[in-house]
């Protein structure tokens, strides 16, 4: 019976933490992030904040995925912490909401910025009356996001011919991507012009309700650092590649972030980063003229294609692990006899995720993401603190550094992002929460088939 082959080596690993986490979120976010905290000392504060969690949480993640290097990544870490019924809610809410809407979401930032150069790909082709679009409203089906269905396939079909292939990709289109990114931040720091006076957005909404909404809006950006640990069991020497992967990826992702932010606030006062939709272009725009506008839109398109891959090539290996496990369809477990990949699961995280981009725009696709995402993280990093108790034979090649304040801090500050984006996105939390509760009865029926 074929298997799942190691392929991928530290710079494949690296890439899909890297690639796979910055996508779309530093060229949208911080227009969100200024809007709900208004001046550019916060801004960073929450890009800090936002950041060491992260490295908190990939710190943490580095142990279990040291220690527990196989397909699935959290799955299976919940499973051996808490056993199968959390690994199943896990795997569900990734299939079904967290990872299909996360693709979903960098497939629709890939149609915006097209849109810069064909802008009749935000034209209605259809519209329904069913509450299924955004903020309940009736649905709207554009020319974009048509295209962003095929991109979403196209990728799948790349990852169907081999974790070389894909890896391969990952690496080179990442590489790329942080070399453009690179380019961006230098022309914007070394600009000369006169900007206007840098006055904090006096609309802002401030106050803790404001910085929890911005810190979703970051940690969307960030979200992605712990993509490595799903291709476990396809990465050569996964004890010593997945840690440095987790850890050193991280560690440059918070770096290119402040780097872009202060780019961004060198060239634009607030008020501008608060009114543009595409601030990355505001700024190239301001220091290039029209042609530096057009070099970001390339730039960010790139970079979500990378982020794309990185996710599909991730996240297609959820669903194989819940089947190779007979919590889900057994077809779903089928690995392609000469491509030595999860052919079928690919298929079905590649057409489901291409359908979640009807579903909704930009902002309320990512917080359909965070909601149910950092309640699975938070659980995952608890894991750490359950498994050192509950298998303490367990062979552990790496230990998180600072345990155990690390992992429960991070803990803690995910239960109070979880509680925030709960009050202040009820809509679309309760949709992310309603569908992880759906996967209980399924739960209860593929284990009576066992």
């Keep these: 019976m074929p298997e799942l082959k190691r392929g991928l080596g530290l710079w494949g690993a690296a890439s899909i933490v890297v690639g796979t986490t910055i996508g779309s979120g530093i060229f949208l976010v911080p227009k969100n992030m200024v809007l709900n905290v208004g001046s550019p000392e916060m801004v960073f504060f929450v890009w800090v904040f936002g950041g060491i969690l992260s490295i908190f949480g990939a710190l943490t993640y580095a142990e279990l995925s040291a220690a527990l290097p196989e397909a699935g990544g959290e799955y299976v870490y919940l499973n051996t912490a808490y056993g199968p019924f959390w690994g199943f809610i896990y795997g569900w809410t990734q299939l079904w909401v967290a990872k299909a809407a996360s693709i979903a979401t960098l497939a629709t930032a890939f149609f915006y910025y097209l849109a810069n150069f064909f802008p009749g790909l935000d034209g209605v082709v259809v519209t329904s009356s069913l509450p299924l679009g955004p903020n309940g409203g ?68 401030g106050g803790i309700a404001g910085f929890f909404a911005a810190l979703v809006a970051a940690l969307w950006a960030y979200d992605g650092w712990n993509n490595a640990g799903m291709v476990g069991s396809e990465i050569n020497h996964p004890q010593r590649n997945l840690p440095i992967a987790l850890i050193a990826g991280t560690l440059t992702i918070m770096a290119v972030y402040l780097l872009a932010n202060w780019a961004y606030f060198h060239v634009l006062t607030p008020a501008e980063i608060a009114g543009s939709d595409r601030v990355a272009a505001s700024m190239m725009d301001r220091s290039m003229g029209s042609g530096g506008a057009a070099i970001v839109s390339v730039a960010a398109m790139l970079s979500i294609f990378a982020a794309l891959n990185g996710s599909i090539l991730s996240g297609s290996r959820i669903p194989y692990a819940m089947a190779r496990d007979r919590y889900f369809f057994q077809k779903v477990s089928t690995v392609h006899p000469k491509f030595h990949t999860p052919s079928v699961s690919i298929v079905l995280m590649s057409l489901w995720s291409s359908l979640m981009v009807l579903s909704g725009r930009y902002e309320e696709l990512y917080t359909l993401v965070i909601f149910p995402s950092w309640i699975l993280y938070g659980m995952t990093a608890a894991a750490v603190l359950v498994l050192r108790r509950k298998r303490p034979d367990l062979e552990r090649p790496y230990r998180v550094i600072g345990y155990p304040v690390v992992p429960v801090l991070f803990v803690l500050v995910a239960a109070a992002l979880i509680y925030s984006t709960l009050r202040n996105s009820p809509r679309e939390s309760l949709i992310g929460l309603a569908l992880i509760l759906a996967g209980i009865p399924f739960y209860f029926y593929w284990r009576s088939r066992r």
């Design 138 to 205: 009736p649905l709207e089906v554009r020319y974009g996001q048509i295209l962003a269905m095929a991109v979403i396939l196209f990728l799948g079909f790349v990852n169907y011919l081999g974790v070389r292939v894909g890896g391969g990709v990952q690496i080179a289109v990442t590489i790329l991507k942080i070399l453009l990114i690179a380019g961006l931040i230098a022309i914007g720091l070394s600009w000369g012009g006169e900007r206007g006076a840098a006055e904090p957005l006096a609309q802002a909404k």
